[in-house]
C-alpha cells in the first residue's frame, strides 16, 4: 500500500467507521470484545466478495463496499437478527489501494449508516490477485429462536419482500443491453443491482411470525428450493405471482416471451430480499405490519407435504429442467 | 470446484468440524446462533491468510489450515480469552480445490482439536487469484475486561511464554539454509514455523494478571513497540536475555555475529507466543502458575515512564536503526 501504511489506513479510515462502539477499542487492538445486548444471542454471518466474480471487475468501489455489507445484511434479517457490527477483511490487489480505497470507504460508511451497523474489526493485507473482501456480520436475536431453512410446516404461506428481478434487470444493462426507453427505470434497476438495500426492518417481524426464512441470493426459485429441502416439504410457484416493480413489469411487457422472462426474473439472484413461511392464520397480520414499516409483501404459495417445486405461468406446469434450469 | 460442488464439501467436509455445536445448525442455514457463556463476552478476532504472502507458495495444506487457525487463537489468548469457535472464508485458487482439500480439512481438524475449537460457519467460493483463508475467531472473556496493548503501567514487568526465534529458522530453512547437524533441531524449527501452537492454556493466566499483552506475530521486538506505543511507556529488552530453544542456542553458537543473529530471532516474527506486562508484585505468582500449566515464561524488562524501544546486548546499546530496523 505504497502512501499510506496499512496502520494509517486503519486509523484515518476504517477507525471512523467504528462509531465509537466501546469493543472495538478503536481498531488499535489485535481484537474486539462484543456481548450481545441483555436476553439476547448473536445471529452471525460471513460473505466473500471478489471482484470479477461477486461483483463487475473494475466496479465503483462505493458500490463494492455497499454490497458486501448488504450480502450479509440480508443473512442477518433472514435469521430474524438486528443487524449490528461486522468485521472486514480485505485483501488489495497489489497497486489497486490508492484507487479505490476513498471510494471503497464512503460506500461502507454510507451502508453501514442505512443498515445501523458499526465496525469492530478485521483485516486488511495486499497480495497479487483480485480485489477481496470478507465480511462477518453480528446481529441481535431475541433469546436463541430464529427462522431457519428448515422450520417450514405444511399450510404454511410462503411470502416474499418487495420486489425480485430488478438485479437481474440491473446486471444485463451493465453487460450492454438497453431494456428501457424510461431513464428512471435505467437508473432504478442499476441501483437495484448495485446498492441493493435489504429490508432492515423486517427483521422483528420474521422473529415474530416466521417458521423459516432465506434471504434472495441464488435467485428466488433456488432459495425457495432450500427451504422445501430442508423442510421437506413441496410448492407450486406460479410465474405469474411474481412481485415486479414498475421498470421489470416495463421490460416484461415488451419481451417476446413472458413466461421465459419472468423465469429469468425468478432465477437471476442477487435480490437481496426475504422470502419467509409464515402460518396461514398470521399472514394477514405479518402482512399488514410489514406494510406500515414500508415492506410490501407478496404471498407465493402454500406449503405442501412431499418434496420439490413445481413452477406453473397462469396455472400451466413450466418444464423448467428444459430451460437448463436444473438446481432442484 | 469440479468433481465436487460447493455443498458437498460443506456437508462432507466442513460439517462434522461443527462437532455439532447446536448453533452452527450443521452449516445448513447462511449463519450461526451464538451466545457467549453466561458471565462473558465474545472476543472476536480476524486474519486473513494468503498462499505465497502468509505462507509459502506450494505450502502443505494441512500446515496452511492449521496456521490459519493458529494466528487467530494466539490472538484470543493474549485477550485473555479462551478459544472457543470460528468462522471460516475461503477463495479457492481455479483448479485448486481438489489438490489442496483433504490436507486442508485435515489440518484443520488436528488444529481446532489442539486449540479446543469447532467450525460455526463461513463461506467458500473460487476465484482466478492465491488462495485466501479469513478466519474470525470467537473467544470466551469472564467480564469484559481484557489485558490490551494500552493498559501496561510503569513498573509493570514485561514477560514472554516460552521460546522466541524458531519460526524465524524454520523459513530461513524452508529458504534452502542449512542450519543444523542435529535433524531433530531442523524438524523442530519447521514445526515451530509451518504448524505453530500458541499457548491456549496461557489465556486465563493473562486475564487474571496482565495489564497488557500481545501476541508475537510481527515479530517481538516490533510487537513490545506496538505494548509500548498504545500505552505509552519506554523499555530496553537486553538480547541476551531472548527465550532460546535448544535448537536456536545451537545455531546462534555457530554463528560470528552473535548480536546479529539474536537480533534476527527477536525480529522475525510468526512465533505466535505472548508478551504480557504483568504488575511487579504479581509476577512471582504467575511465572510459578504458568510453569504448571506447561509454559515457560521469561522475564525481559521492566516498563518505564517515557516512549520507545531501546535494545542492548550484554548491556551495550544496539544501534537497531543501522540495521534497517525502524519500525519504531
Not at 490477485?129 to 417450514?152: D, E, K, M, N
Request: with cysteine; net charge negative.
Amino acid at each position: 500500500m505504497a502512501g499510506e501504511g496499512e496502520f494509517d489506513f486503519i486509523a484515518r479510515r476504517l477507525a471512523p467507521l467504528t462509531q465509537g462502539h466501546t469493543g472495538a477499542y478503536g481498531l488499535k487492538d489485535d481484537g474486539a470484545i462484543l456481548a450481545p445486548p441483555s436476553g439476547c444471542s448473536f445471529a452471525v454471518t460471513s460473505d466473500t466478495l471478489v471482484e470479477g466474480v461477486h461483483f463487475p471487475g473494475g466496479e465503483d468501489p462505493f458500490k463494492a463496499g455497499w454490497k458486501a455489507l448488504a450480502a450479509n445484511v440480508s443473512d442477518l434479517v433472514a435469521m430474524g437478527a438486528e443487524p449490528k457490527l461486522y468485521v472486514l477483511n480485505i485483501v488489495w490487489p497489489k497497486g489497486g489501494f490508492e484507487t479505490r480505497v476513498e471510494r471503497f470507504v464512503k460506500g461502507l460508511a454510507e451502508a453501514q449508516a442505512a443498515f445501523g451497523m458499526a465496525l469492530v474489526g478485521g483485516d486488511t493485507t495486499s497480495a497479487e490477485g483480485p480485489w477481496t473482501l470478507s465480511i462477518t456480520a453480528f446481529g441481535a436475536v431475541q433469546g436463541t429462536r430464529t427462522p431457519r431453512r428448515g422450520g417450514a410446516k405444511p399450510g404454511d404461506v410462503l411470502l416474499v419482500s418487495n420486489f425480485i428481478g430488478d438485479p437481474y434487470l440491473g446486471l444485463q444493462q451493465r453487460l450492454g443491453l438497453t431494456l428501457f426507453n424510461v431513464p428512471a427505470h435505467s437508473s432504478f434497476v442499476e441501483q437495484r443491482f448495485a446498492t441493493p438495500s435489504p429490508p432492515v426492518a423486517l427483521f422483528s417481524k420474521l422473529h415474530h411470525y416466521a417458521t423459516a426464512a432465506i434471504d434472495v441470493s441464488d435467485g428466488l426459485l433456488a432459495d425457495i428450493g432450500h427451504i422445501l429441502d430442508a423442510s421437506g416439504l413441496s410448492a407450486t410457484i406460479d410465474l405469474s405471482d411474481l412481485p415486479l416493480s414498475a421498470a421489470a413489469l416495463d421490460w416484461v411487457s415488451r419481451q417476446e416471451d413472458e413466461m421465459a422472462a419472468r423465469l429469468s426474473l425468478a432465477t437471476g439472484g442477487d435480490d437481496y430480499e426475504i422470502v419467509a413461511a409464515v402460518p396461514e392464520n398470521f399472514v394477514r397480520r405479518f402482512s399488514s405490519e410489514c406494510a406500515q414499516i414500508g415492506v410490501r409483501i407478496t404471498r407465493l404459495a402454500r406449503l405442501e407435504a412431499g418434496s420439490g417445486l413445481d413452477v406453473s405461468f397462469n396455472a400451466t406446469p413450466v418444464q423448467t429442467g428444459a430451460l437448463g434450469f436444473t438446481h432442484f
